[in-house]
């Protein structure tokens, strides 16, 4: 059987109809499908193309995101006309907009990755949280909108970049009974800090797929239940210690976390975008 | 005037409703809104809730992602019923993918925040990227997919996050005069290595804005024209040496530059998801 051709049709890199199109695909049983993303697409000559194209493929199929309403209807018109189908993304939420702030859309591609200030404090975000990362500067403790502590493997270093991304400075420290913490998360607000935790069995899942990668037996003592159980005991210790927010991450995606993060954020008060 | 009400309802996070909207907001020149999320909405209850809310405020609008056709369906009648406007991002979506595939949608909620292999290859490939960041283990040179090699804000931090989101493993490298940079960068194949370039305007701009942050005075040698200058013809050398790739950054956004590489990958045959 030929493979269903995806065409991703966008005027600007294309990156919302990624996201949308690969979460919808999830829930379809099937790989038989290749994805044939078309940028910047800013002509109706190039629409022909893309439409000839499509018109070629046995089983295709056209998604696509103007921002130029002259553009959709041309797609539109051009998709009929071949008798292939076609779903406008964009359209109807621009107009639904439109509708409910009574404004006219600017119509202009890619506006949504200029450089302003909230670009710039998102990468400002990306960069501290990797900077501040598995404790290697506790001078970020005090600068940072959140502080996540926990043993090994639990979602830290992830949990910090998914929240970077949303704006949020992150840094991370590792708990292990060898070494003590900085003595600064004993200092700042209780609330600024989140206590990650994950189940024994779990730990001693990943950590032993954790030493497969790193080529290491997997019988080392830091995948044995006694080691783990020892280092969960100690955390619970500080976690308790300092009287802050517990998230069990087990059975949890990042994003499921991080939302429980930014909701937690948002009824405690904490900002972003300060430093 | 009243704040228009932008309601996004899904049975899941509603991850893919919020950048969907976020990315069709800027296309209107107004921030009288307010988002109102509403996840992990799984009952018809719910939906009343939600629609009696937002038929109590003034100006309301609601975008909705919901994968069971059922949901949907429930919830454009009750939004016709209270005379709201509203707008299904998801069904279309899927009617024209099952049409496509000729199968039914799973219609499980959160399916794609399963935790499946793609997803702990996009956590290792984040993790990864996090620890080879700055030239910190020069290891990770011969591990990564990608290598990212530049003077100091050429975006090589945030372009390695970004990558690693899409399943990428970046080390990157930072250039500059005073030190030598790993030998590995000279024996790997040159078609795994990246130049970043910066003009010496946008890199003046850039760095002085650093020294702000830093609390450090602009007049700094970091930011000067001469240092900016000495290090990018520096750099300049070592590209040259490699013959790499070579791509300039200056008013590119991070997702620009990214979609640039991963062509470049596709084109060069780079696989993703190896180690």
Redesign the interface.
Same mark, same amino acid.
């Given at each position: 059987m030929d493979l269903?051709a =995806?065409y991703l049709v966008s005027d600007s %890199?294309g990156? $919302?109809a990624d996201? /949308? %199109? #690969? +979460?919808?695909?999830?829930?379809? @049983?099937?790989e038989?499908?290749q994805l044939k993303k078309y +940028?910047y697409v800013q002509t109706t000559e190039e629409i022909d193309e893309i439409c000839a194209k499509a018109a070629d493929d046995d089983?295709?199929?056209i998604?696509y995101t103007f921002?130029k309403k002259e553009m959709a209807d041309y797609m539109k018109d051009r998709i009929e006309k071949a008798g292939l189908? &076609? /779903?406008d %993304?964009?359209s109807? =939420?621009?107009t &639904?907009? &439109?509708?409910?702030?009574q404004?006219p859309?600017?119509?202009?591609p890619g506006?949504? #990755?200029?450089?302003n200030a909230d670009?710039f404090n998102r /990468?400002?975000a990306? !960069?501290f949280s990797?900077k501040y *990362? *598995?404790g290697r500067d506790p001078r970020g403790i005090e600068k940072a909108d959140i502080i996540l502590i926990g043993v090994s493997r639990t +979602?830290k $270093?992830?949990l910090s =970049?998914y929240l970077?991304n949303k704006n949020v400075k992150v840094a991370n420290i590792p708990l292990f009974p060898e070494s003590k913490p900085p003595k600064e998360i004993f200092s700042i607000a209780p609330e600024r800090i989140i206590g990650l935790v994950n189940s024994p069995k779990k730990l001693n899942e990943v950590r032993k797929e954790r030493l497969k $990668?790193l080529g290491l037996p997997p019988s080392a003592s830091y995948a044995g239940m006694e080691r783990i159980l020892e280092e969960l005991e100690y955390a619970d210790q500080i976690m308790k210690q300092i009287g802050c927010e517990i998230i069990d991450v087990s059975?949890k995606?990042? @994003? !499921?976390t991080a *939302?429980h993060i930014l909701h937690y954020m948002d009824v405690m008060n904490i900002n972003r975008k300060q430093?």
């Open positions: 269903n =995806i %890199i990156e $919302t996201v /949308v %199109i #690969r +979460s919808a695909l999830f829930q379809f @049983e099937t038989n499908y +940028s089983h295709a199929m998604f921002v189908i &076609g /779903v %993304i964009y109807p =939420i621009l &639904g907009l &439109g509708q409910l702030f404004l859309a600017k119509e202009k506006i949504n #990755r200029q450089l670009y /990468v400002e990306i !960069e990797v *990362d *598995d +979602s $270093t992830p =970049i970077a $990668t059975n995606a990042i @994003e !499921e *939302d430093l």
